[in-house]
């Protein structure tokens, strides 16, 4: 499996973004999948993972507002991003929930200003 996420960008406190993970291979929909995240000076942590058969969870600081998807037909899973908060900017980036060390891609930027 290979990923690639994207979706990024600058948004105003508030707004909205779509984050997209496009995925290789046959497995896709197999796996369970996540959305993590990286600010600066900070550990990565994992936002919201979905299972193959699309059950959710997510972290205490995005529930409610962001929605994790996927489309195993297509290969590729999202994140919706609402009520956008500057405590949400960082990198953004998918993998497997537990995450492969190999599959760390440079992710997606999402920078969000007060």
């Known amino acids: 499996v290979q990923l690639q996420a994207s979706g990024g960008g600058l948004v105003q406190a508030g707004g909205s973004l779509r984050l997209s993970c496009e995925a290789s291979g046959s497995i896709f929909g197999l796996l369970t999948m996540g959305w993590y995240r990286q600010a600066p000076g900070k550990q990565r942590e994992l936002v919201a993972r979905?299972?193959?058969?699309?059950?959710?969870n997510y972290a205490d600081s995005v529930k409610g507002r962001f929605t994790i998807s996927r489309n195993n037909a297509k290969n590729t899973m999202y994140l919706q991003m609402n009520s956008l908060k500057p405590e949400d900017t960082a990198v953004y980036y998918c993998?497997?929930?537990?995450?492969?060390?190999?599959?760390w891609g440079q992710g997606t930027q999402v920078t969000v200003s007060s």
């Open positions: 993998n497997q929930d537990p995450p492969y060390s190999s599959l």
């Open positions: 979905i299972t193959g058969g699309g059950d959710t």
